[in-house]
């Protein structure tokens, strides 16, 4: 991909949307597509907050693919600012169903795990109830809710990395 001006970790922090400290950046969801025959990729995105430790409205998208067990390629990497588009998917976040604990044998237990397709999983910060900050996890499998959202936002943010490589 000749040309394509991505960043790497170490890059020099910027206001600009082309720049991006990793070191800066504050996770708070990461998500990983696993096909049953292939590579992984994650997903993970962040913000960079502004001076006063406040979230500054960008939101960071940087794509990896699984090459070893604990190997990933370089990163691409996107902001919001170049990609608006993304952030109408970062809104239906926040409401996206993640399902309910199972407890067999009460009410309708759930159906065995499918042996092909693609995985998905989730792993963020949640917000609970009575506003304390917490960590939530999902993992599903092709057709959730989780899968359509997640497979929705690599179509979007691959036209935003397409982009950038021109």
């Not at 170490?10 to 400290?21: V, Y």
């Not at 939101?59 to 170049?82: C, E, G, H, N, T």
Request: with cysteine.
């Amino acid at each position: 991909m000749a040309g394509l001006s991505l960043l790497l970790a170490g890059t020099l922090a910027s206001a600009s949307p082309n720049r991006l400290d990793f070191d800066r950046v504050v996770l708070f969801a990461t998500i990983e597509r696993s096909p049953a025959f292939g590579r992984t990729t994650r997903l993970r995105i962040g913000m960079v907050p502004d001076l006063r430790g406040a979230p500054n409205g960008v939101y960071w998208f940087m794509k990896d693919v699984r090459i070893s067990r604990d190997k990933f390629s370089p990163a691409l990497v996107v902001s919001s600012q170049l990609c608006p588009t993304a952030m109408a998917i970062m809104r239906q976040l926040e409401q996206l169903p993640l399902g309910t604990p199972d407890v067999p044998g009460l009410g309708q237990d759930a159906l065995g795990w499918p042996k092909d397709g693609t995985s998905y999983s989730l792993k963020g910060i949640s917000r609970q109830p009575d506003g304390q900050r917490g960590e939530y996890s999902a993992f599903t499998n092709t057709g959730s809710p989780l899968a359509k959202w997640t497979d929705h936002l690599f179509r979007v943010l691959e036209r935003c990395w397409a982009k950038r490589s021109t």
